[in-house]
């Protein structure tokens, strides 16, 4: 469909601005980013104040919560309104609501950002008496959208560059200049892609069916009488004209709406093997949509602000780029960064790390850190936590021993998931490891049909709780130093609590037996999931799930049943975090005021962010060094029969192709270890500590670490090697098709990879390797044991813990998390 435009004159707005005399402020954003990039974190730290009091006899409205969800009841104050006047209060979506009282309601039917505006009348003869011209007040209404129908639907973005001219203000415009309308989509990763294949015997025909749902369009309505489509580009997915431009000639609010078109195609394919033909048949079965609004006030208007001129301060907004947003919100089974940030912002843990520190600690559910006779035994086996009264979660339940028990069961019985997760880390410290009867194995389920007697007495004596003393003991298989212990137990990935009552009244509940605890294990899996726990966990932590909308955003309000505790107040803020589809989308939503903070921008962004915003409006501290390191992962035992479809068509390669070693070696020689860091991370390009050379899984500032160059056998640029190797490893001149995934958003890998694939076919021109963007949560569902598709991908590593066995037993031990979904179990690598 190409664009197209309606010859209909512009109508008037939504609403026409009337002077009161008051002039007009000009808006000012504070903005501020945390940018996490390779071995560096920078940050600004950006506290919102607290709304002041409403200036006696000036009117204004507010909303009570500055969120809400799509088809909500949201309710607004009217400060100061007279006795002898009623309000006209526009609320951004093109509706009105007329009020002689001081609250009122409003349920907003589409999701977008919307600015309000109220004016007052008199009731005798209509007389103008007020506005909040100079106080609009913008309220965020998020999607509601099913997790099932997610997979029929994307949801679109409106989003501004404040650096074209006359959109410098934007969402506020002067009448008669052009405002430039951005469109994106939030995510596609998660569109529904299926194939099944069949033979009927009868008619001796093979059957394929494929069901796809692509976006088709994007639909423009301007608010002004004006719509236009939009065709998506082929290779971006956003819209082929972005910008559209629009100017508005008469001052007024305008509602815009951006429509995003999917559609759902069936293709049948059928093959008939005893005449040989093929009949093919597409058919197109559903259509869907999602719009979202936007307001734009023209002419002069300004924001209500505080003391620091922040227009929202009852809300954070972070946009992520990370496209396809988490793989879980379930303590206990995600394991990812994504994911994390809204885990432990949700769910609490016995203890948490004191500030920076990593060897000292602050109690959070337990009311105090136990120590040598107060709750640790004097042979460093026995740990006794009191836990903490007046704790309670989000749907007014208490937090009981109980409850922390019950949830260390299910991390015990979660450990040996796929997709790995970090229940291993406190059952290492529970069970002795390969000692009969049990056998225990971190990364391996621990019970199994053989020893599911010794398994289930062995899980119910390695923690124990007493609901009259309100305690939880932790009996240990080996002695560990209180620094060693309390960090399997300060991680809400793993150990974040949950609540017992309410996981039996979703399905998620633990049969006490033997044949329970094994049955309950398969919860563990992908597939298996309990969707409830996976989306929409109750919550422990100061803040609670409020609105999760799939793959595009996650509002999180304060926990009304959190009481706050000395090292974490009670919160009063909303916040929204939003998963952008690219770095460009993320960087300019940023810019553009729609965000306070923005996450895992590349590198070229440092130097944008630094020098093109307005001084004062983003500052960019540190670095700050970490302990995370970032690789390339090879998968000895490639499921080549899913590469089709999960990755793409095209492809061929052995499933065992990189369990040769000198194959994996020559491709590290082949990788230009310093052009990486200086030129594509970018150290010496954009003049900022992003990263360093490693080598091993021991990064520096961890204990045993050892430099590059104080080990033997670390790989470095060399092709003339790197050739020598394929010819050693016998599959020089072998013709290989081969996808290197890297995540979606991740500019920096992804030029990484062009570059290593270049110096593959230099050195062999039969190795074609092609970089492919997949989203972070679409990789980890992949790692899957015997159904990982990924040949060669990009992935990373952040410290649970601050010691290498967080990382050597990860990287190293066969069923680790690296380890065991590439195939480092096969028989053959013997």
Avoid at 528 to 553: C, D, K, M, R, W
Wanted: glycine content about 8%; some cysteine.
């Amino acid at each position: 469909m190409e664009p197209s435009a309606s010859p209909a004159p512009e109508e008037k707005p939504l609403v026409e601005t009337k002077k009161i005399g008051a002039p007009r402020i000009v808006l000012a954003i504070l903005v501020a980013i945390i940018v996490i990039l390779a071995g560096a974190l920078a940050f600004v730290e950006f506290y919102h104040p607290a709304i002041p009091p409403t200036p006696t006899g000036i009117l204004s409205v507010q909303s009570t919560s500055p969120t809400a969800q799509q088809g909500s009841v949201l309710r607004f104050t009217l400060s100061n309104l007279s006795s002898n006047a009623h309000a006209v209060v526009h609320m951004g979506d093109g509706q009105i609501e007329n009020t002689t009282t001081p609250t009122f309601t409003h349920k907003y039917d589409l999701p977008g950002a919307y600015l309000v505006y109220a004016e007052e009348f008199g009731n005798a003869n209509g007389t103008a008496f007020a506005n909040t011209a100079n106080a609009l007040i913008s309220v965020t209404v998020v999607p509601s959208i099913p997790f099932q129908l997610s997979q029929y639907l994307s949801v679109p973005q409106i989003y501004f560059n404040k650096s074209l001219s006359g959109n410098t203000n934007a969402p506020i415009f002067a009448a008669g200049t052009q405002a430039s309308l951005f469109g994106a989509y939030g995510e596609a990763s998660q569109l529904r892609d299926t194939k099944e294949s069949f033979w009927n015997k009868t008619l001796n025909q093979y059957n394929n069916i494929t069901d796809i749902v692509s976006l088709d369009h994007y639909t423009w309505d301007f608010g002004n009488g004006k719509a236009t489509d939009v065709q998506p580009d082929p290779d971006t997915l956003l819209p082929a004209t972005n910008p559209v431009n629009q100017a508005y000639s008469n001052a007024g609010l305008y509602t815009v709406l951006l429509t995003l078109w999917t559609t759902e195609t069936l293709t049948a394919q059928w093959h008939d093997v005893a005449t040989n033909t093929s009949f093919t048949n597409t058919t197109t079965v559903n259509t869907y949509s999602v719009t979202v609004g936007q307001t734009l006030a023209v002419g002069s208007w300004s924001f209500q602000t505080t003391s620091g001129n922040v227009p929202n301060p009852g809300v954070i907004t972070e946009i992520v780029n990370s496209p396809g947003g988490p793989f879980s919100f379930d303590p206990q089974i995600d394991y990812e960064t994504t994911g994390f940030e809204v885990v432990v912002n949700t769910q609490a843990t016995l203890l948490i790390y004191n500030s920076s520190s990593t060897t000292s600690w602050f109690p959070y559910v337990a009311d105090s850190v136990p120590t040598v006779g107060n709750g640790v035994s004097s042979d460093f086996k026995t740990y006794t936590f009191h836990i903490r009264p007046g704790m309670g979660f989000s749907n007014g339940d208490p937090i009981t021993a109980y409850d922390v028990w019950y949830t260390m069961i299910r991390a015990i019985l979660f450990q040996g998931g796929y997709p790995g997760d970090a229940d291993w880390i406190l059952c290492k410290y529970l069970f002795p490891v390969g000692t009969p009867p049990l056998n225990f194995q971190p990364f391996v389920s621990i019970v199994n049909d053989t020893n599911k007697a010794v398994a289930f007495s062995a899980i119910v004596n390695a923690v124990s709780y007493n609901n009259d003393s309100q305690t939880v003991t932790f009996h240990l298989a080996i002695a560990k130093s209180p620094a060693e212990f309390f960090t399997s137990i300060n991680d809400a990935l793993g150990t974040g609590i949950l609540d017992a009552a309410w996981l039996k009244s979703v399905g998620a509940g633990i049969t006490f037996t033997p044949d329970g605890f094994l049955a309950y294990q398969d919860q563990a899996n992908e597939g298996s999931y309990n969707l409830q726990v996976q989306y929409h966990p109750v919550a422990s932590g100061p803040f609670e799930i409020n609105t999760y909308v799939p793959a595009t955003a996650v509002v999180l309000t304060p926990n009304p049943y959190f009481p706050g505790i000395p090292a974490i107040p009670k919160q009063d803020k909303t916040v929204i975090l939003k998963w952008v589809s690219s770095p460009a989308v993320a960087y300019q939503l940023f810019a553009s005021g729609q965000g306070d903070i923005v996450t895992l921008l590349p590198p070229p962004y440092y130097k944008t962010i630094n020098t093109g915003l307005v001084p004062n409006q983003a500052h960019i501290e540190g670095p700050f060094p970490t302990i995370t390191e970032f690789f390339v992962v090879f998968n000895v035992n490639i499921a080549t029969s899913l590469i089709s479809t999960d990755i793409g068509p095209g492809y061929s390669i052995p499933s065992d192709y990189f369990a040769n070693p000198l194959v994996r070696e020559a491709f590290a020689y082949a990788f230009n270890y310093t052009q990486y860091v200086d030129q594509i991370l970018g150290n010496k390009k954009y003049g900022f500590n992003f990263g360093s050379p490693y080598c091993g899984v021991i990064v520096k500032g961890l204990p045993y670490y050892v430099p590059p160059t104080g080990l033997p056998g670390c790989p470095t640029y060399d092709l003339a090697k790197a050739k020598s190797l394929l010819y050693q490893s016998g599959e020089y001149n072998t013709s290989v098709k081969i996808p290197i995934v890297v995540p979606t958003g991740d500019d920096t890998d992804f030029l990484a990879a062009q570059v290593l694939s270049a110096a593959l076919a230099f050195i062999d021109s039969n190795i074609v390797m092609t970089p492919v963007s997949i989203t972070f949560h679409n990789i980890i569902g992949y790692s899957t044991p015997g159904a990982n598709p990924m040949p060669i991908y990009f992935l990373g590593w952040i410290a649970d813990y601050p010691y290498p066995s967080d990382y050597t037993d990860a990287m190293y031990l066969e069923k680790g998390t690296y380890p065991g979904p590439n195939g480092w179990d096969q028989t053959y690598l013997n």
